[in-house]
């Protein structure tokens, strides 16, 4: 792993070397730990950065403009150490911001490497690094909200969450809590937890959510990216339910998504990027958002919601919202 680091390093230096001197406006590069086309909250990633900086450029002279690189990473996450050293090796990018729980510990020996390379990092922590500013959702909220409403509606009182792989937040909170709330939301409810190994084959998304279902599933959480397609459509095929996680997911099968808990990515990375344009970051800290603050919303306005769940189980959300928001 080392031998590849240094030669992704090596080969970015090279590039930079050959290209030029940077330029002296702001520079701003999105990493995208994944696709866009199969991952919503990053594309709201790339869009609030776009957004901030279109803002930022109007009206100024092409010299005063600031310049915006957006960067796929794909879904091997095996990669995304290498891609974010090379990323930083090419020298022409102030800041490089991304999403991801996992890209502290991404950042941490590329940061030490190249000393100069600033940082911004949502949904995820990390304090004292002076070149980095991290936001942590308050995803213990959405994760519970979710397994609520799945306690609430499964009628055989099993449910489950299928992760795409085990890593840090899904182990300590996002599991945990999704089965906490549907354990508060209906006594004795059964929550199993399944991985795909990946965040792309529909194909074994599908096999899991069959396998699910035949023991008495009927509520299914889905966080494993392009993967997620194939839980839907075993959950359209056996008229059972999905409860969605990070977008609003109603339109994606109506009648068998029951919910969607978001994040509000493309606001905050529009803030977090106006924040570095107009240099007040403040660089070390960690913060977190979350209901309270409109970071994360549990969407109830939707004709879909409202046609797909009981008048009784929507005034329970409703509650719980509410009652969330003012802790």
């Known amino acids: 792993m080392k031998k590849t680091l240094f030669a992704f390093a090596a080969a970015a230096l090279l590039l930079s070397s ?6 002296e406006k702001k520079s701003i590069a999105v990493f995208v730990p994944g696709i866009m086309a199969d991952s919503p909250i990053y594309a709201k990633l790339a869009e609030g950065a776009q957004a901030a900086v279109e803002e930022f450029n109007s009206g100024k002279e092409d010299s005063e403009k600031a310049e915006i690189y957006i960067m796929e990473a ?7 150490g290498p891609k974010v050293l090379s990323l930083a090796a090419t020298q022409k990018y102030d800041v490089i911001i991304s999403s991801n729980p996992s ?40 994760a519970y909200l979710t397994g609520y409403i799945a306690g ?8 489950a969450l299928v992760s795409a792989q085990d890593y840090p937040a899904m182990n300590n909170i996002l599991y945990p809590n999704f089965e906490r709330g549907a354990k508060d939301a209906f006594e004795g409810t059964t929550c199993d937890y399944r991985v795909v190994g990946n965040w792309y084959d529909a194909s074994k998304g599908m ?19 392009g993967a997620s397609q ?7 095929n056996n008229g059972t339910y999905i409860a969605w996680f990070d977008s609003n997911g109603f339109s994606k099968a109506p009648g068998t998504i029951i919910s969607s808990a978001m994040v ?3 606001k905050m990375t529009y803030e977090v990027t106006m924040k570095y344009l107009n240099d007040s970051v403040n660089w070390g800290a960690a913060e977190k958002a ?19 769940v009981p008048e009784t189980v929507r005034a329970k959300m409703n509650a719980l919202v509410k009652e969330l928001q003012t802790k």
């Open 264 to 266: 509000v990515q493309d």
């Open 74 to 80: 794909g879904t091997n996450q095996a990669e995304w």
């Open 152 to 159: 609430l509606m499964s009628k055989n009182h099993k449910v």
């Open 103 to 142: 890209l502290p510990d991404l950042v941490k020996p590329v940061s030490a490497q190249f000393p100069k390379q600033k940082f911004i990092l949502l949904d995820a922590e990390m304090e004292g690094n002076q070149n980095v500013f991290t936001v942590a959702y308050e995803q213990t909220e959405e």
């Open 230 to 236: 194939g839980v839907i459509a075993s959950a359209v």
């Open 207 to 225: 096999e899991i959510s069959e396998s699910l279902i035949k023991t008495g599933v009927d509520v299914i959480l889905p966080i494993c990216g």
């Open 290 to 308: 979350g209901l309270k603050e409109g970071y994360i919303e549990f969407i109830e306005d939707d004709p879909l919601y409202i046609q797909t």
């Open 18 to 23: 050959c290209s030029g001197k940077k330029s």
